[in-house]
C-alpha cells in the first residue's frame, strides 16, 4: 500500500462529532497545528501560521476519542494523509 503515513501534534480545535454509521462508530474533529520557530533577531521563539486537519476516527478508536477529547486538548495524531481540493 502506498499511503502517505504522517504524524502531526497539535491541538484539538473544534469538539468530537460522534456518529453511529451502518459500517460502525465514527468520530471527526479538526486538529490545529502551529508551527514554531527561534527569531534570531528577538531571541525568542515565534509562532508561525497554523495549519487545520481533519481527523476521521473509527470503530474503538472514534469511541474513545468522543469520550475523552475536548476542545484545547495536546494530541499526537498518526494517520493517513488523504488530500481533498474543493473550490469555494
Given amino acids: 500500500m502506498n499511503d502517505t503515513i504522517i504524524s502531526v501534534v497539535g491541538n484539538v480545535a473544534t469538539q468530537p462529532v460522534y456518529r453511529e454509521v ?32 481533519t481527523v476521521w476516527a473509527n470503530r474503538q478508536l472514534a469511541t474513545n476519542a468522543a469520550a475523552s477529547l475536548t476542545v484545547g486538548d495536546p494530541v499526537l495524531v498518526q494517520g493517513r494523509l488523504k488530500v481533498r481540493s474543493e473550490v469555494r
Fill in 22 to 53: 451502518a459500517t460502525g462508530p465514527s468520530a471527526r474533529f479538526r486538529l490545529a497545528v502551529t508551527a514554531r520557530y527561534l527569531d534570531r533577531e528577538k531571541n525568542e521563539w515565534t509562532d508561525g501560521h497554523t495549519n487545520f486537519f
